[in-house]
């Protein structure tokens, strides 16, 4: 079973300080990498991808990628209430198919 | 239209009553998902279409559950005989083709009572 893990939180953080998420996949043929943002209630939308190993850098957002260590995160530097969220990891997966394997989400609380 | 659309939003029904769920994609989009989240759970993958052809259902649960594309298009995703443990939100999701990004519709939330 291909999975994708993540620690539920919830993270608590102040505002302005950087949040850092983590996730790790036991898919080692993953090769693209997503983290969506799902606020209650509503669908999940794409905030970051990466595909190489590294850092990917977009706004206040940084996604990290070590597919040696099947590690992937995400830092949001000044971390705003507006980012309160669950943040779901997803890993396409090797097996011939295009989909997307998703772990069960981190619960993101920034406090003013 | 726009987005992703699914219909019902919201559907209660009975126990040993059958279902089916409606996902409108984004216009052009080839490639078609539906997903399951249970409250306070991640995305369960259900099934993906490319085109009107599905080349994985592994994620469906039971033999209960169905899907079906036409037109390369409109999506229905049946469910038989609902158990309570069928009760979850059903997202719909396409991209242009393959595991991009997902453009998600805003849910069908299934009741079994």
């Known amino acids: 079973q291909k999975e994708v893990e993540q620690n539920s939180g919830p993270l608590s953080v102040p505002e302005g300080a950087i949040a850092s998420l983590n996730c790790t996949y036991s898919?080692?043929?993953?090769?693209?990498f997503f983290w969506y943002r799902q606020y209650s209630g509503k669908s999940p939308e794409l905030i970051m991808f990466?595909?190489?190993?590294g850092d990917k850098e977009d706004g206040r957002f940084t996604a990290q990628l070590n597919k040696a260590s099947q590690y992937v995160s995400l830092l949001i530097r000044d971390s705003q209430p507006s980012d309160s969220a669950t943040y779901l990891c997803a890993a396409s997966f090797s097996g011939g198919y295009n989909k997307l394997i998703f772990g069960a989400g981190t619960r993101l609380a920034v406090h003013p | 239209g726009a987005g992703v659309s699914q219909s019902p939003s919201n559907k209660v029904t009975e126990k040993g009553k059958d279902v089916e769920l409606r996902c409108d994609p984004i216009?052009?989009?080839?490639?078609l998902y539906w997903y399951r989240q249970s409250l306070g759970q991640g995305l369960e993958f259900l099934i993906y279409?490319?085109?009107?052809?599905?080349?994985?259902k592994s994620g469906l649960p039971s033999d209960r559950f169905s899907a079906e594309r036409t037109g390369g298009s409109v999506s229905t995703l049946t469910i038989q005989r609902t158990q309570q443990e069928d009760s979850a939100v059903y997202l719909c999701?396409?991209?242009?083709?393959?595991?991009?990004?997902?453009?998600f519709g805003e849910g069908s939330r299934l009741t079994v009572l």
């Open positions: 216009s052009g989009h080839t490639a």
């Open positions: 898919d080692r043929g993953s090769q693209s």
């Open positions: 999701a396409s991209s242009r083709q393959g595991p991009g990004e997902l453009f």
């Open positions: 990466i595909y190489s190993n």
């Open positions: 279409f490319q085109g009107n052809s599905a080349p994985d």
